[in-house]
């Protein structure tokens, strides 16, 4: 681990031992987004030149009073914390209000339908092509693409996948796409899950579903979060990958070592 991991690791203890809700992650992403338009302001919240003491004190003059006592500790926290950038620290600082967020959901019990919810809208936004255009587009307003996801999800997700939907507009990631997929992998550790990713060639019912899941938590020694993805060029049988782990036995993949075993006769 390097002194930037443990630094992060770190962060995540300090803040794990504050006493939040889920109302601490709405707090912090308002701060977040106040910090996205004050460069001046996150330049000196993360200023290496200045004592931890004083960055400190500047956060707690900044928000004391207008903010929870447990979202300035947050703030706090993450200002004490040394960062490259202040673009690094407003990404660090929403990187804990996604964190409060998912826990708040798991505390609830529900970690696995927002992790499963914002699987599904990856995967949706990445196979319209128009929809997925508008996300990247840099000239296309935050505040319209926050428009363009609510009108996709609104009424049908938990209301920690429209928050972190949200989020995930801003593209920290390069596309909402794989920032959405970032808040999953965070939402797996959090639960203390492993991600499956299966590709089958159609719709696994619930039955069989169940089945696999059981079967790969039985193979991998802990819990397991499928993601399932449907591509009919696979034909038939399924693709699994746990980490660095691949579980191959779709036709597709067999009829190509079959070809590349006849090419070599």
């Known amino acids: 681990m390097t002194a930037r991991d443990a630094a992060y690791a770190a962060l995540d203890t300090t803040v794990d031992g504050i006493a939040t809700d889920a109302g601490t992650a709405d707090e912090l992403f308002a701060v977040v987004d106040l910090l996205d338009g004050q460069p001046t302001l996150r330049r000196s919240l993360s200023d290496p030149s200045a004592s931890v003491a004083n960055r400190a004190k500047l956060a707690q003059s900044l928000f004391g009073g207008k903010i929870s006592p447990a979202a300035l500790s947050v703030v706090t926290a993450v200002v004490e914390t040394p960062w490259s950038s202040g673009n690094r620290l407003v990404t660090g600082l929403e990187s804990q209000g996604i964190r409060l967020a998912l826990k708040s959901a798991h505390r609830e019990g529900k970690i696995d339908d927002v992790m499963a919810q914002l699987y599904q809208l990856s995967t949706t936004v990445d196979a319209n092509r128009e929809l997925a255009g508008a996300l990247r587009n840099a000239q296309y307003p935050l505040d319209g693409k926050r428009d363009l996801i609510n009108r996709l999800i609104s009424g049908k997700v938990h209301p920690v996948t429209a928050a972190l939907a949200s989020r995930a507009a801003k593209a920290r990631k390069r596309t909402f796409a794989l920032t959405a997929k970032s808040y999953v992998e965070m939402g797996a550790e959090i639960a203390g899950e ?49 980490g660095a782990d691949v579980i191959e036995s779709t036709v597709a993949a067999r009829l190509e070592d ?3 075993q006849l090419t070599h006769l």
């Open 258 to 260: 079959a070809r590349r």
């Open 194 to 242: 492993q991600i499956a990713k299966v590709t089958v060639a159609r719709p696994l019912d619930a039955d069989r579903v169940a089945r696999l899941k059981s079967a790969l938590e039985k193979q991998v020694g802990a819990p397991v979060n499928l993601q399932i993805h449907v591509d009919p060029a696979v034909l038939g049988g399924m693709s699994v990958v746990i």
